[in-house]
C-alpha cells in the first residue's frame, strides 16, 4: 500500500472547483475551433444506445427501447416501475443517458407469467419540455444489466462557432474556407489517432461537488468492525458509488494529463500496462519493443493509467513512477488516494486514448450562424466531452439546456 498522509485537512472551494475544471485539461494539439456551443437545444445532443444482442422471443423481461427528451435514466425507471406495478429493482437499464438530449435506450421489466400492465404507457406525471416514446419491444430470457451495451452513438450540434483571428460577422471567404479545412483536418487526424480518454465534467458533479462529498466521505472514520470474509462488504461501496468514482476519476485525469504533456499517452511506457482494443483484457510489458510500437500505432492495443486503489500491482518501470509521482506530489490527490485504498477499492486499470469510430460532420451555414453537426461511436464508459475538447477551446453549454 502505497504511504500517504492520513490527517484529511481541508481544502477550499477554490482548490476543489480548480481541480474538477476539465477545461484546463492539456490536449495534444491546439484545438482548431477557439469557441462553440453545444445543447442549446436538446436535439443537439442525440445519444443512440448500441446494444448487441439477439432477443430469445421468450421468457419473463419484456425490453423496451425507449426515447425520451428531458428525464434521467434513473427517473424514467421509475415511472417504469410505476406504470407495470413491479418493484424498482425489477426495471433493468445498461448505462445511465444525459437529460438534457434526445437519447435512445433500452429498458427491461420482470413481468411474472408475462401479465403485462393493464393501460397503455402514457406517463402524465412528466413536464412540458419532457417527452417519451417507446419505440420497440421484445420479450427475453434475462433481465438487462448495467454495461451490456457496447458503445453510444452520439449526434452533436455546435453552434455559435468562432475562429481565432477574424470576425465571424463578417469572414473573409476564403478565411473561413481555410478555417473549415483545419477543423475538417483535425477531424481526420483524431478519426486515426483517437483523444485523450479523460473523464467528463459531469463526473465530478457542479463546482466539483461530487469530490467534495468524497473527502467528507474520507474523513469519517471506518466501522469499528469489518465481516471476516474473503469477499469484500460490497454494500457501503454501492451506497458511495458517486463520490469514489468522483475520486477514482480525478485522480485518473491527472495521470492522464502528464502523459499528454510528455507525449507517451498514445505511445506507451517501459512497465506499462495495454489494454487489447475493443476489451477489457490487460496485458503488462517491462519494455516497449518494435512489436508493440507497431501494435500501439495501429490501434491494437492502448497505453493505461490506474484507476486507483489497492493491489496496483501490474504496472512497473516509468509507468510506475508517473503514477506514484503525481499522486504523492498533490496533497489533494494523495488523500483521494489514501480514503480508497482504506476502503480497499480494487485498483483498475483504464485506457488513456479514446477510440473514434464512425466519425462524419455537416456544416450548416446560415445568414447569421455557422453550425457544425458531429456523427461519431464511443465505447460505454467513455465522454462525448473528450472528443469536443479536443476540437473546441472554449466549450458552452447552452443554459436553455441545462
Known sequence: MTDHNNDFSPFTSADIVLAADTTKLPQPTLPTIQQATYKAHATDFVVNEILPLDFTGEGEHLWLQIQKKGMNTAYLAKILSEWANIPLRDVGYSGLKDRHALTTQWFSLRLPK?????????????????????????????????????????????????????????????????????????????????????FGPQRFGWNGNNIREALALFARPLPATRPQSKKRNRAPREQNSMELSAARSLIFNEILAARVQDGSWNTGLNGEVFNLDGSGSIFASEEIDDTLKARVASGDIHPTAVLWGVDNDKVSGTAATIEDDIVQKNPLLSQLAAGLEQREVKAQRRALR???????????????????????????????????????QNLHSSSAAS
Open 354 to 392: 479514446l477510440p473514434i469510430e464512425a466519425l462524419s460532420w455537416e456544416w450548416q451555414d446560415t445568414d447569421d450562424e455557422l453550425t457544425l453537426v458531429l456523427s461519431f461511436t464511443l465505447t460505454t464508459g467513455s465522454f462525448a466531452t473528450s472528443l469536443l475538447a479536443s476540437l473546441v
Open 114 to 198: 408475462k401479465h403485462l400492465p393493464e393501460s397503455e404507457f402514457a406517463p402524465v406525471d412528466i413536464g412540458e419540455n419532457e417527452s417519451v416514446t417507446i419505440l420497440a419491444q421484445h420479450w427475453h430470457n434475462k433481465k438487462l444489466n448495467r454495461s451490456t451495451h457496447r458503445a453510444n452513438q452520439f449526434i452533436i450540434t455546435l453552434r455559435e462557432i468562432q475562429f481565432a483571428d477574424f470576425d465571424m460577422a463578417a469572414p473573409m471567404p476564403e478565411q473561413l474556407l481555410a478555417a473549415k479545412q483545419s477543423v475538417e483536418q483535425h477531424l481526420v487526424n483524431i478519426s486515426k489517432t483517437g483523444v485523450p480518454n479523460y
